[in-house]
């Protein structure tokens, strides 16, 4: 496993880590490695771990520390020595492992080996254009960056559309800087390009990039770097995959959330006429071993090793079936990533049909909280994992619960649906769940035939009625199949706290400030070349709030100008599947283009949404939408 900490769920990112891991970064740190030979590294921050750790091509002569605490600590591979040893080191180079770190370097000065010289990590900072804080180099700000899996194969396309978000935020000229990776982890391209001065629309779509530079079918990974932001530090993207033979297949997910993780979960095991692909991807400019990486029947403890090395930000696409032949849907997976990569993605085919999913964090820090088997009544609900039942005269739903961290070893839940006018139509309680359990449930196993001609939803809640543990990081894979044409899409998600003034812990979330939060602020792309853009919007209530949300759809054009805007309104525990074609005209979505999308917000209430494209000939795609 790799000795770095990337994400902390109290004090969040770890932007150390990201200074480190950047590309741009890595090439600078290896070229300096290279240059400078043996180097004794002074470690006043506790940096020394990640940095070798990422870069071990450096020749170390030893890890000095200057609080006797951390004496004889393990730093980077090191034993911790004495600062007051660093004159007798035997090297021609001294490198303080710190950003910024002028003042430390002058109080060396005397303590040097002879002939030493001094260096800092400032010997590989990005360069200017590619930091939005230039007076704080470890400004989260500085590294808001993202991984996009990225294919353009003659089978299959992929299409990354975000927004210049950041303008909401008063940021000035925002700008994305890219470095597309082929399979082998090789620099196919590095470009930029200047967002939209306002809240405009931003596409990629791998055939434009290959038309651009020239380049024949590739798969990899596409790094994404946005400078000139304000709020947010995070590149939030949707991704379509489609296909360009001729073929049938429409697929999407989202943004990869740019944290390695140790262990990430709910990878399904294939159906007896599946394959399970597993996109594994390199995050780092250093190998990931034989080892490294790893899967484990859920609830198992008898993890398989990937047996093959993965070189420094390559792909590589593992079939489940190889480690564990003889498992089989509903069985789920989780994924041993030692912090090697993003949060992959995962494939699945079926016949001449694929959709692309992917797996979610599973936490290491949590443990059974006690307090929601006792939680205040001021909660309602409590914990709500909102989905979509599509219209069920051509869609079936699927669930899978998912457990999502180390410690939990069962889960109670029961099942609510609701009709689109909030009505609550029926539940399933599934009882306490087991880690290891083969739960995957079909609506119409508790829905009567003619139910939900119009669609509605369902949402997941603890039921402790024959006991059972809970963590508040409830998470399930849904699966909705198209009853005609077999085509079939798939996402998944965590629980919150929805729609209560009141507060239990970090809930109801907010994105941008403290608890509890309260609005709403989605992204809606449209569709493209003839497909056609929807989302379901679900109001989810863990206790009475507002009886109706006030609901608005503000169409924009590629340069963040808004055409057009329309009002809906969505019963409390209610749905709406909203179409742009039915609020908005033709001119005015021909005016916002491909590059052009859907702002839904809503200042009453905290919307939940799944959003896709539908190309009228059986196929579709799914996936839960990003907020900002």
Not at 67 to 88: K, M, S, Y
Not at 259 to 272: C, V
């Amino acid at each position: 496993m790799l000795d770095i900490e990337t994400f902390d769920n109290v004090r969040g990112g770890n932007t150390v880590y990201k200074a480190l891991a950047h590309p741009v970064a890595a090439r600078a740190l290896a070229a300096l490695a290279g240059r400078i030979g043996s180097v004794a590294v002074v470690d006043p921050e506790g940096f020394a771990g990640p940095l070798l750790a990422l870069c071990p091509d450096f020749d170390v002569e030893g890890v000095y520390v200057q609080d006797v605490l951390a004496i004889g600590q393990v730093r980077g591979g090191h034993i911790a020595r004495a600062l007051t040893a660093l004159p007798e080191a035997r090297v021609r180079t001294v490198l303080i492992a710190a950003f910024d770190a002028g003042r430390v370097a002058e109080r060396l000065q005397r303590f040097l080996p002879a002939g030493a010289e001094v260096l800092t990590l400032d010997e590989v900072k990005l360069p200017a254009a590619w930091r939005s804080v230039p007076e704080r180099y470890l400004d989260a700000r500085n590294f808001a960056t993202n991984f996009v899996f990225f294919r353009d194969d003659g089978h299959f396309a992929t299409r990354l559309t975000t927004a210049n978000y950041w303008a909401g935020y008063g940021a000035g000229k925002v700008r994305f800087f890219h470095i597309l990776f082929d399979e082998a982890g090789q620099v196919l391209a590095e470009w930029d390009d200047e967002a939209p001065a306002g809240p405009g629309g931003y596409v990629l779509d791998s055939q434009a990039m290959r038309r651009r530079f020239g380049l024949g079918p590739f798969t990899g990974q596409l790094f994404i770097h946005a400078t000139g932001i304000a709020g947010h530090d995070v590149v939030k993207y949707a991704l379509d995959t489609y296909a360009t033979d001729n073929g049938p297949s429409l697929s999407c997910t989202h943004d990869a959330n740019a944290w390695p993780s140790e262990r990430f979960a709910g990878l399904p095991a294939p159906r007896a006429d599946e394959r399970v692909i597993l996109w594994v991807q390199n995050s780092h400019a250093v190998p990931i071993a034989a080892g490294g990486v790893a899967l484990d029947r859920m609830g198992e403890g008898m993890p398989v090793a990937l047996d093959t090395d993965i070189p420094p930000f390559a792909t590589l696409a593992l079939d489940v079936a190889e480690l564990f032949p003889d498992v089989q849907w509903p069985a789920q997976f989780e994924v041993l990533a030692g912090r090697h990569v993003v949060r992959p993605r995962y494939e699945v085919q079926r016949g001449d049909r694929t959709r692309i999913a992917h797996v979610n964090v599973e936490r290491g820090d949590l443990k059974p909280d006690e307090g929601l088997k006792t939680l205040h009544p001021e909660m309602g609900r409590g914990f709500l994992l909102p989905f979509p039942v599509p219209p069920r005269g051509r869609f079936r739903t699927i669930v899978l619960p998912t457990p999502m961290a180390v410690t939990e070893q069962n889960t109670p839940l029961r099942l609510d649906v609701f009709a689109p006018d909030g009505a609550k139509l029926g539940e399933h309680y599934f009882g306490v769940l087991p880690r290891r359990h083969e739960c995957a449930f079909d609506l119409d196993d508790m829905l009567p035939e003619g139910a939900l001609p119009e669609g509605g939803h369902a949402e997941l809640v603890y039921d402790f009625r024959l006991g059972g543990e809970a963590n508040g990081w409830l998470h399930a894979l849904f699966r909705f199949e198209d009853r005609q044409s077999g085509h079939a899409a798939e996402s998944s998600f965590g629980g919150h706290i929805f729609n209560t003034l009141m507060v239990y812990k970090n809930e109801p979330q907010s994105y941008t400030g403290k608890p509890p939060g309260l609005s709403t602020r989605l992204f809606l792309k449209l569709g493209f070349d003839g497909r056609q853009s929807f989302c379901v919007l679900i109001y989810p209530a863990s206790g009475p709030w507002v009886p109706q949300s006030s609901t608005e759809l503000e169409l924009y054009d590629g340069a963040g100008r808004e055409l057009a805007a329309a009002r809906i309104q969505i019963a409390c525990s209610g749905s709406y599947i909203v179409r742009p074609l039915e609020h908005f005209s033709v001119d005015d979505l021909s005016a916002a283009g491909e590059t052009g999308y859907v702002l839904i917000r809503d200042a009453t209430c905290r919307l939940f949404g799944f959003h896709g494209v539908d190309d009228g000939a059986g196929g579709f795609s799914l996936d839960h939408m990003f907020g900002f």
